[in-house]
């Protein structure tokens, strides 16, 4: 017979493809994993997992449990909630976000949740999008807020996309401020501040400009869009930041978006989370409340 631990420990698994690191978050023993696995398998009469030394990966029977185990255990959570309608929902949950998006949206979305579900802990990682997406599939987060094209991958599941231009900006400083269009090979004459190497719209700015056999002075490497924007409302500098990030500056005359022929980017903001991860209401809540936030700004 088949009980929820063993559906839980399964997912786990499924989330996480270690055994070691699914019995750290179960506080099981790796044996007592392994042999609910084991105990699984011999009951539904199919193998779940490939096991080839130490890696383990999932069947086609595996991929097609996930979907039910997640429904069974999502059942059981709201018989626990309807039998409990008094008790206020608890725990935590671990979120991955940004920063660019931890700073433009981050301070709506949490007093949003925190009124939904003031007794649920929210421990916040802020970091760069691609360390976020391991993060992801390690199953060390349960969500990722995060700005990149749009990515496919077979483990994780794209809940939500939002466009947003990734716009070349002066500060008022600049002489290119005032200028209603502005060439490429002026622009690789002016000295730029921007994000890390690894961020997905350098990436693409990158691109273009090796396209055309050029390059650009790079005087300053961030990972903080505020600091980046800061410094180019003060100074001659040249950024490459998200919409999100300038349309204040840029409302308030502090900086100017540079209309540079072939070089209009465009990225999304994306709510990800693993496919084998069982999403509780504590973090469905979550999204929810950033997708109302995402959606009620332009």
């Known amino acids: 017979m088949i009980d929820i631990r063993t559906l839980n420990t399964f997912l786990q698994v499924s989330s996480t493809l270690n055994i070691t690191q699914a019995s750290r978050i179960l506080g099981y023993s790796q044996s007592n994993v392994s042999m609910q696995i084991q105990n699984l398998e011999s009951c539904l009469g199919y193998p779940l997992f490939d096991r080839v030394g130490r890696n383990i990966s999932l069947t ?12 069974v255990m999502y059942a059981v959570e709201q018989m626990e909630n309807f039998t409990h309608v008094e008790k206020i929902l608890g725990g935590s949950i671990r979120v991955g976000f940004v920063e660019s998006i931890f700073n433009a949206y981050f301070k709506e979305v949490i007093i949003d949740y925190n009124q939904l579900f003031p007794n649920v ?5 802020v970091d760069a999008t691609s360390i976020l997406q391991k993060l992801l599939l390690k199953n060390e987060i349960d969500l990722a807020c995060l700005i990149d094209s749009p990515l ?3 483990r994780l599941v794209n809940k939500y996309i939002k466009p947003a231009s990734v716009d070349i900006i002066a500060g008022n400083q600049n002489p290119l401020f005032q200028r209603s269009e502005v060439s490429l090979e002026e622009l690789c004459q002016e000295k730029f501040i921007l994000m890390e190497d690894t961020a997905p719209y350098n990436v693409l700015f990158h691109q273009e400009l090796a396209k055309r056999n050029m390059d650009i002075q790079v005087f300053l490497s961030l990972q903080s869009c505020q600091m980046a924007l800061q410094l180019v409302e003060n100074s001659q500098y040249i950024s490459l930041l998200p919409d999100y990030v300038v349309k204040n500056s840029i409302h308030q005359r502090k900086a100017a978006v540079l209309n540079v022929e072939g070089c209009k980017f465009y990225q999304e903001i994306q709510i990800m989370y693993l496919k084998a991860k069982y999403i509780t209401p504590q973090i469905s809540g979550f999204m929810d409340c950033v997708i109302d936030t995402l959606g009620s700004i332009s």
């Open 152 to 154: 496919q991958s077979g």
């Open 60 to 71: 086609q029977y595996g991929v097609a449990l996930i979907p039910y185990a997640q429904q």
């Open 121 to 125: 802990k929210v421990d916040v990682v």
